[in-house]
């Protein structure tokens, strides 16, 4: 089976290293198509074999993508186009109806109450949405809250399957001599109390908040790993509260998550809202315990699965800070949410829902075959042409009589026709029927 990945860009972000994983564990020819920004997500999945095309899509209006898209489905000659992020999944359906590709399924990674990929939702991207998911076999919904979401959207329950987003849990052992090379590498004391947070720096995740609750709390150090469009302002604003000593920003997390982990005492996640949590579920794989305000991961799973993750308000924040620091450091063994999220599952799941869409866009197919077969054969049927009536005959005109009736003569070939009798009087002369008469010579009483 030869897929084509469509994701709306490779930069640092969780959507896209969701999909650099799931395409080691996915037992199909894999390809991967960004409309813009390969960026270090890109390299990292060509670093693996997998080609990728940069389409340069030039902005959300740049629809000369569509005709690039579709030329590559189309030269590709892919069995299943898989969409990833609203523009992708937009442009990506349209592509794949336009190249023939009817197997086209979709995962939605970012879609909130509220929100869609950190901004706000519209009527007309609510709209757009819904109009071209008709065009699909169905969605994943990386969560059961991101399902739910869909259907209110208006998207049929049928047409929505949960795969939840995945990690590999071996990824994250804690390794102490890792602990102690990552503390040393960021200039952090080998006893400091290390607080630390995880993703896209962005208003929703609201980081900010994180660096005025460590102010508040003396001695206890804040590890940052991410990168984005709030990171000059929260820099700023570590040096508003004079926190250089304190505060740790690394510019990107990347494949360095495990070893940030191992540095760390305590994950907090305090973001607005979230479609999953991976960065949360990451965590507790890391054997820490953790904070948060919105983790759609831990909320969809029985408690005791997660016993070292804690919701809290984000006002409740300072306090509980200050709670773990005199708890003191601890590693916790990996909870059983964490098994429920290996990445291998996820991918058995998104499998499963490529040969239900092939099986039955293949029996559709077959039906449209058949029926144009029957039509093609009732067009050229041979249909008995209808006998022409007889020319109108004046009123005056006398009708014609009628032959006088003859007795069938037997014949010596089947199916010939014997010619008439010939009069007596030839028969009488002698003449041969069919041949030239031969002229007489007239009496003396006929001159």
């Known amino acids: 089976m030869k897929v084509l990945h469509v994701i709306t860009g490779l930069?640092?972000?969780?959507?896209?290293?969701?999909?650099?994983?799931?395409?080691?564990?996915?037992?199909?020819?894999?390809?991967?198509?960004?409309?813009?920004d390969p960026g270090p997500v890109a390299d990292a999945i060509r670093s693996d074999g997998v080609r990728v095309h940069d389409l340069r899509m030039a902005g959300n209006r740049d629809v000369g993508v569509l005709p690039r898209l579709t030329g590559l489905i189309r030269a590709g000659r892919y069995d299943v186009v898989h969409t990833h992020l609203y523009r992708a999944c937009v442009y990506g359906r349209i592509a794949a109806r336009l190249a023939g590709v009817r197997t086209v399924v979709a995962t939605e990674h970012s879609l909130g109450a509220t929100q869609i990929e950190g901004r706000p939702l519209r009527l007309g991207t609510r709209a757009l949405?819904?109009?071209?998911?008709?065009?699909?076999?169905g969605t994943l919904a990386v969560s059961a809250t991101v399902a739910e979401r869909l259907v209110y959207w208006g998207v049929p329950e049928a047409r929505v399957h949960l795969a939840p987003n995945g990690i590999e849990p071996e990824r994250f052992r804690f390794d102490p001599e890792v602990r102690a090379e990552v503390r040393t590498r960021l200039r952090i004391?080998?006893?400091?109390?290390?607080?630390g947070g995880v993703g896209r720096q962005v208003p929703g995740k609201r980081f900010d908040a994180l660096i005025r609750a460590i102010a508040e709390i003396p001695d206890v150090h804040l590890l940052l790993a991410g990168d984005g469009p709030e990171r000059v302002p929260l820099l700023r604003?570590?040096?508003?509260?004079?926190?250089?000593?304190?505060?740790?920003?690394?510019?990107?997390?990347?494949?360095?998550?495990?070893?940030?982990?191992?540095?760390?005492?305590?994950?907090?996640?305090?973001?607005?809202?979230?479609?999953?949590?991976?960065?949360?579920?990451?965590?507790?794989?890391?054997?820490?315990?953790?904070?948060?305000?919105?983790?759609?991961?831990?909320?969809?799973?029985p408690a005791e699965d997660a016993p070292g993750a804690c919701r809290i308000d984000l006002g409740e924040l300072p306090a509980a800070l200050a709670a773990e620091h005199r708890a003191g450091p601890r590693r916790l063994p990996a909870p059983a949410a964490v098994e429920y999220y290996h990445i291998a599952r996820t991918a058995q799941r998104v499998m499963a829902l490529y040969t239900q869409a092939s099986e039955r866009e293949s029996l559709r197919?077959?039906?449209?075959?058949?029926?144009?077969?029957?039509?093609?054969?009732?067009?050229?049927?041979?249909?008995?042409?209808?006998?022409?009536?007889?020319?109108?005959?004046?009123?005056?005109?006398?009708?014609?009589?009628?032959?006088?009736?003859?007795?069938?003569?037997?014949?010596?070939?089947?199916?010939?026709?014997?010619?008439?009798?010939?009069?007596?009087?030839?028969?009488?002369?002698?003449?041969v029927p069919g041949a030239a008469a031969e002229p007489t010579t007239p009496t003396p009483a006929q001159k």
């Open 189 to 195: 004391p080998a006893g400091a109390y290390v607080v």
């Open 11 to 36: 930069n640092v972000g969780g959507a896209e290293q969701q999909l650099h994983l799931l395409l080691r564990h996915l037992d199909a020819r894999c390809e991967v198509a960004t409309l813009t």
């Open 129 to 137: 949405y819904r109009s071209t998911e008709r065009l699909g076999h």
């Open 237 to 301: 604003l570590v040096h508003h509260l004079n926190l250089q000593h304190r505060v740790h920003v690394t510019d990107s997390a990347g494949a360095d998550v495990p070893g940030l982990l191992a540095a760390m005492d305590l994950f907090v996640s305090v973001s607005a809202e979230e479609a999953f949590g991976l960065a949360v579920v990451e965590a507790l794989a890391a054997g820490l315990p953790a904070l948060y305000t919105a983790c759609p991961a831990v909320e969809d799973v």
């Open 365 to 431: 197919e077959n039906l449209r075959e058949g029926l144009r077969r029957r039509r093609r054969s009732a067009a050229t049927a041979i249909v008995p042409r209808p006998a022409r009536a007889a020319a109108p005959r004046p009123a005056s005109a006398a009708p014609p009589a009628a032959p006088p009736a003859q007795a069938a003569a037997p014949s010596s070939r089947q199916g010939a026709v014997q010619p008439p009798a010939p009069p007596a009087s030839r028969q009488e002369s002698g003449t």
